[in-house]
């Protein structure tokens, strides 16, 4: 059995992983970068990520602002990964849903974004997914965890074992119908994000890995998990 030093190791991995403090600064970088890019895809008249058609028409029914609308869909969302077993929630997952909401709702009273309408919205909208991208490419840069969405992601692909892409897809259409039923906006520019964030994301994570050596600990745990993958 296991004595109660290897539990609370466990336990202590598993929610604050190791290389945490020194790739912390990744992370309070990373937040307020995401949550810029965020704010630029919804100041436009074409229509929001699919995900935040839902955190604007929650919003708009609620009261709430946006960033705690995001916020309280991520904590539901992180319950949910949680009750099917999910394993890559820890305290990078937590700090991800608080501060690009709180970010997101202080950009808004600052008035720091302007809303772009007409042509120029969509070019604007491409910048907010450059933005966005670079943001998460940072974030996940150091290899400490997934944010809630795709914690859920990940234990849906094992418990229905269907392809990433499609468990994606289905999270986000799921998520703009509810969104669309509270009144949130889609248009073209949620088929824009949604078919160019990925790119995007992995364009900057690969500027990364160029210029910034990853953390050790970042480097050991992928290591380990090509390793766990190689034995099953």
């Known amino acids: 059995m296991a004595s109660v030093g290897d539990l609370w190791g466990r336990t202590r991995r598993a929610l604050i992983p190791d290389g945490f403090l020194s790739g912390v600064v990744f992370i309070l970088t990373a937040a307020p970068i995401i949550a810029l890019g965020m704010l630029i895809t919804i100041n436009t008249p074409w229509g929001t ?6 955190h604007v028409g929650l919003a708009s029914k609620t009261g709430l602002t946006i960033g705690r609308a995001n916020q309280l869909t991520g904590l539901v969302v992180i319950v ?7 394993r890559t929630v820890n305290v990078v997952t937590l700090m991800n849903v608080a501060m690009v909401g709180t ?21 604007f909208l491409l910048l907010g997914v450059a933005v966005w991208g670079f943001g998460t490419a940072l974030y996940l840069h150091p290899g400490l ?88």
């Open 49 to 54: 990520a699919p995900w935040d058609v839902l």
């Open 80 to 86: 949910l990964a949680l009750l099917l077993g999910g």
């Open 103 to 123: 970010w997101v709702d202080l950009y808004r009273s600052w008035n720091l974004v302007p809303y772009v309408p007409g042509l120029g919205g969509l070019a």
């Open 145 to 232: 965890g997934a944010g809630p969405r795709d914690s859920l992601m990940l234990i849906l692909v094992q418990r229905t074992g269907q392809p990433l892409y499609r468990v994606k897809m289905a999270m986000d259409l799921t998520a703009m119908a509810v969104g669309l039923l509270l009144g949130g906006p889609a248009g073209i520019g949620t088929a824009v994000v949604a078919a160019c964030f990925g790119p995007s994301v992995h364009f900057f994570r690969g500027v990364l890995r160029t210029l910034i050596p990853r953390p050790a600990a970042a480097l050991a745990a992928t290591e380990a998990a090509h390793q766990g993958r190689m034995a099953r």
